[in-house]
């Protein structure tokens, strides 16, 4: 598999060996007003030059982080819709996160949000493999995400006794790249909820890596599930 970046909405990275830093939103979740502020947001960045000694790539991804901020802002403190409030909902997508993990892919760390969640994985390089001529047809990060939303939203509308779109069709999705950026993220993920006001402690929010890690002591920095290429 080369290397492929892709835009719909959204820009969309995947690189062979890399690890993934994913958020995706409830339908819904993000109201009008946010979608138009994003909008505006987006079209006033892309009208920008690259700011000096900066390239054009360099410029896209922090646009991509510029954007993605906004956005987690409005999933945080504006939602429209927030299921996952429920916990018998949240459970349900964070076992979906967790149901392949050590398979498929290493999980470095996750959140379940009342409107969304994050997720750092690692796509496993056996599993990739095995994929073969398929791994061009749908990419691993495709594949796995694809995976926890459609058994998810299954499993939460069967619970609400509802039907119809759970997620948000795109994903907002970020290879990263460096060790120091992954811990980075990985802290980003894990204080979501203190930042939101939901918890006091990264660790006190019971759907997230940061519980998963103190409750079966796991230093921070290796995967909580799976084995890494780093």
């Known amino acids: 598999m080369?290397?492929?970046?892709?835009?719909?909405?959204?820009?969309?990275?995947?690189?062979?060996?890399?690890?993934?830093?994913?958020?995706?939103?409830?339908?819904?979740?993000?109201?009008?007003?946010?979608?138009?502020?994003?909008?505006?947001?987006?079209n006033n960045l892309n009208q920008r030059q690259p700011p000096t000694g900066l390239s054009r790539s360099d410029w896209n991804v922090r646009k991509w982080k510029l954007e993605f901020a906004r956005s987690d802002d409005w999933l945080d403190r504006r939602a429209a819709v927030r299921h996952l409030e429920n916990e018998d909902l949240a459970e349900i997508v964070e076992n979906a996160l967790l149901y392949f993990a050590g398979e498929r892919y290493a999980l470095w760390a996750w959140v379940v949000m009342p409107s969304h969640f994050h997720v750092v994985f690692e796509p496993c390089s056996r599993w990739?493999?095995?994929?073969?001529?398929?791994?061009?047809?749908?990419?691993?990060?495709?594949?796995?995400?694809?995976?926890?939303k459609r058994h998810s939203a299954r499993e939460c509308n069967r619970k609400r006794t509802e039907t119809g779109t759970l997620?948000?069709?795109?994903?907002?999705?970020?290879?990263?790249?460096?060790?120091?950026?992954?811990?980075?993220?990985?802290?980003?993920?894990?204080?979501?909820?203190?930042?939101?006001?939901?918890?006091?402690?990264?660790?006190?929010?019971?759907?997230?890596?940061?519980?998963?890690?103190?409750?079966?002591?796991?230093?921070?920095?290796?995967?909580?599930?799976?084995?890494?290429r780093l």
């Open 2 to 42: 080369k290397e492929r970046f892709r835009r719909r909405r959204l820009p969309h990275f995947d690189r062979p060996g890399a690890i993934f830093f994913v958020t995706t939103c409830l339908d819904g979740s993000i109201p009008a007003l946010g979608l138009k502020d994003l909008a505006d947001y987006r």
């Open 128 to 148: 990739v493999k095995g994929l073969g001529a398929m791994v061009y047809e749908r990419t691993p990060r495709e594949r796995i995400m694809h995976s926890v």
């Open 167 to 228: 997620w948000q069709d795109e994903s907002y999705d970020h290879c990263v790249d460096e060790v120091d950026e992954l811990e980075r993220i990985i802290n980003y993920v894990e204080l979501n909820p203190k930042k939101a006001g939901i918890a006091s402690d990264r660790a006190d929010y019971r759907f997230s890596s940061a519980h998963y890690r103190v409750e079966n002591e796991i230093p921070f920095g290796q995967p909580l599930i799976g084995e890494t």
